[in-house]
């Protein structure tokens, strides 16, 4: 099986959460009025060093973030990077979010072959093969893990026969580098958190290998499962991280690439001169240049994670239709309870329509369909007002509406 990225846009399902403006002009209301679950960001973000630095910067004499081009090397902000990550600054290539990333190393990964995409996995992946005319297939993974995280990744079993004749391709083991694999780790939008040692031995299958790890640093104990400490040893490892989830800064659009130097210089030989403007970039060395300001962010988004991870988990559990699997990133991936599964598409229309809410449509995830949805983590007075609202509609779910 091969694919394009075409495919969801076709059915009009969108790649995307986040899609608040949109949905709000559609429902005749502010968009502060909707409640943002679908996009799974830090929802006390942005920072106020953040915030300082933005400021800093629009009030400099003759506004130079605003006025002059920006560095065509981006000379800070790969320092920055680079000290955060004790790499070489060779080694970062800044981009207009992840998805900029995604193109080009889209384009590295058509010209090494077929690319395996985990499924069910993030679309964006697809569309950006497409803009190249690469080939995919699917690698399914299997719908049921504990939450003993981290965990080993499922290979092979996730290549199991069964699996493969289930989703109509023919994946086999490679025995050697061959053609190009994509991971999300945490994986999107299940959750799941796999381990560095399991990941490590992939490395020696395949030609290229992508790992988006753009909700890792949210994750307690995450950096630890990072592969950026196997780039040194390992130039068809390309790791790709966004700054948009940790200081809830999607309108920025920051985001970068590590790897090895020669295959960056590549990419910015091909790219537009200046992909990322002068206020992104001051942003991004103010916010990876202090570290100790870093440090006590992510305390701060760690407990959180811990706090309202369990809050949500545990209360979604006991609404009657609904099946929460364990996760161990900013989202829960829910599935309806019981057999055959009903859809969900009803609840989740009802969120948005009677209750303002967004949730995550899972139908673009290959291999989810309609008995999916993926909800972000809030806070608590969020959590509150979602949790009312999914009892309310308790009938959808075939229990009793309170």
């Known amino acids: 099986m091969a694919g394009s990225a075409g495919d969801d ?116 992946y697809r569309r950006a093969l497409a803009c190249w005319g690469g080939a995919w297939r699917p690698l399914p993974l299997p719908l049921q893990w504990d939450g003993a995280f981290p965990q080993p990744f499922p290979w092979p079993a996730a290549a199991g026969a069964a699996a493969i004749a ?113 206020l992104a970039a001051a942003a991004g060395s103010a916010l990876l240049g202090d570290g100790a300001a870093l440090h006590r962010w992510q305390r701060r988004v760690h407990r959180w994670m811990a706090e309202e991870g369990a809050f949500l988990a545990a209360e979604l559990a006991a609404i009657e239709g609904l099946q929460p699997l364990p996760s161990a990133a900013n989202y829960r991936l829910v599935r309806a309870a019981g057999s055959p599964a009903i859809s969900l598409e009803p609840l989740r229309r009802a969120l948005e329509s009677r209750h303002r809410i967004l949730v995550r449509d899972c139908r673009s995830f290959e291999g989810l369909g309609e008995s999916w949805l993926r909800i972000a983590l809030l806070d608590r007075p969020g959590h509150r007002r979602l949790l009312r609202a999914l009892r309310r509609e308790a009938a959808l779910l075939g229990g009793p509406a309170r």
Request: charged content about 15%.
């Open 166 to 278: 289930a989703a109509g391709a023919a994946v086999a083991l490679p025995s050697g580098p061959a053609g190009a694999l994509w991971l999300t780790n945490p994986h999107n939008p299940t959750g799941q958190l796999w381990s560095r040692a399991s990941l490590e031995p992939l490395l020696k299958r395949f030609s290229l290998v992508v790992v988006d790890e753009a909700f890792l640093p949210l994750v307690p104990g995450g950096e630890a499962e990072s592969l950026i400490p196997l780039l040194a040893g390992h130039p068809n490892l390309l790791v790709l991280r966004s700054l948009t989830k940790l200081f809830a800064i999607a309108g920025l659009r920051l985001g970068y690439a590590l790897a090895a130097p020669p295959r960056l210089a590549r990419w910015a030989s091909w790219r537009d001169p200046w992909p990322v403007n002068g």
């Open 9 to 124: 846009a076709g059915q009009g399902i969108p790649p995307h959460g986040g899609n608040r403006i949109a949905i709000a002009r559609r429902l005749g209301c502010r968009p502060e009025q909707l409640l943002e679950a679908s996009a799974s960001l830090v929802p006390f973000g942005p920072p106020p060093e953040l915030r300082r630095e933005l400021r800093r910067a629009l009030a400099a004499e003759a506004a130079p973030a605003l006025r002059d081009y920006p560095d065509r090397s981006y000379a800070a902000l790969r320092q920055a990077i680079a000290a955060h990550h004790a790499v070489d600054p060779a080694a970062v290539l800044p981009g207009n979010g992840a998805a900029e990333l995604f193109t080009w190393a889209a384009r590295d990964a058509a010209a090494a072959g077929v690319s395996l995409l985990p499924s069910p996995g993030f679309a964006d």
